[in-house]
């Protein structure tokens, strides 16, 4: 076997052990379906067998617990939806939903340690990578149905190809991003910037502009314009295809909006209200730990040569200021391949593998624990199947 591939089986042994582990009491409980009916996977299945159709959906509204509301679903974009569709012929939908997010969880520590390497980001790059899929709530949603590791595989492939200025695939896989959850278009303006900041670096270095004398005597300045960055268009194009299928399903262009389960983002640390709808509760500190990691991921990366990176954190952290939402550790999942790249020299070191090894029961505790509580009340199956 070429040393290589070592690396990669390696990864795929750690995602499925640490997944089965995470799996065991439920199964041996008998009690797998508890699996199945974490928030919020099977609201996911519902697109997958309607296509967000309305008539189709009245077919299937069978589960008192479901919104009833067609409209509702349109708060969950399509890709997710879409590979759980083609996962249902080999298996059915919910062991679909469940395969689809193991699947983009092995694709993505794959995809996430080939990036280490490329870019030199550590020494360790299989010990970053094993770390990286440990952050207690990414172990969470990463056993579960969740489009998260879809998420941030695309998001980071985009970012990865963006950098070695492929912007085709980095407009396109952006582009996927974006069909999966919304905060993917947050990839667009952080490429613009990054085009502005390189653009203007190299004009003032004289590297990327040519100051050419006129026959009066007048400086003209040439500025090569890169016509492959209009690939990137494809990002918020993709969202306005996402839109245009809403309007051809409910007649509705921003049905996205019209569904009552988008959060709000009303005002900075707006999550510090416990009365709002998607808070409900005051014991929010470890909120503030989530916040502090992730602006200093942005101030750390400002001094990094990926500058999509810097700009990227820094856009998606000053918007998750602003997320009215109890379960801010979910929301900023996406942060996080970039805070272990930031830090990485802390979370390599020896120290840090100390800690994380006592830690290791507790983590496993903890999903256990959430594992068992944020699940929907299913009790007629039949719309799942």
Known sequence: MSKRIVPYCTLLLVVLTSTMLAWAPFIMRGEFPTVYKHFDGPLYIIPAKTGYNPEAFKLIDREPTLPHNPLYYA?????????????????????SMVGVTLL???????????????????????LLTTLFLFLPRFLVVRSVGSPEPLFI????????FFEKKNYLLAGLLGGLATMTKTPGILLFPAYILTIIETSLTSFWQA????????????????????????????????????FGLYYI??????????TGGTVPMPYPFSVFNSSAQWVGTAWLEDTLFYFALYLSTAVVLWKSKYRSFFYFSFIFVTSLLFIQHRDISRYSLPLWPLACIAFEHIFTSKKALLVGVILFAGIYMYTWNFLGSNVMPISEWLPFL
Request: aromatic letters at 24%; hydrophobic letters at 50%; zero cysteines.
């Open 104 to 126: 983009s969880t092995i694709a993505l520590s794959w995809f996430f340690y080939y990036l280490l390497k490329k870019f030199n980001s550590t020494k360790h790059p299989l």
């Open 249 to 258: 399903q409910y007649d509705d262009f921003f049905a996205y909006f019209h």
């Open 75 to 95: 708060a969950h974009l399509p890709l997710y939806p879409f590979f759980i569709y083609l996962g249902s012929f080999a298996g059915g939908f919910l062991k």
């Open 207 to 242: 590297e990327g502009a040519s100051r050419i004398k006129t026959d009066s005597g007048q400086a003209r300045v040439t500025v090569f314009f890169n016509l492959k960055w209009l690939y990137l268009f494809l990002i918020p194009l993709s969202l306005l295809a996402v």
């Open 153 to 160: 595989l695309l998001i980071l492939s985009s970012l990865f």
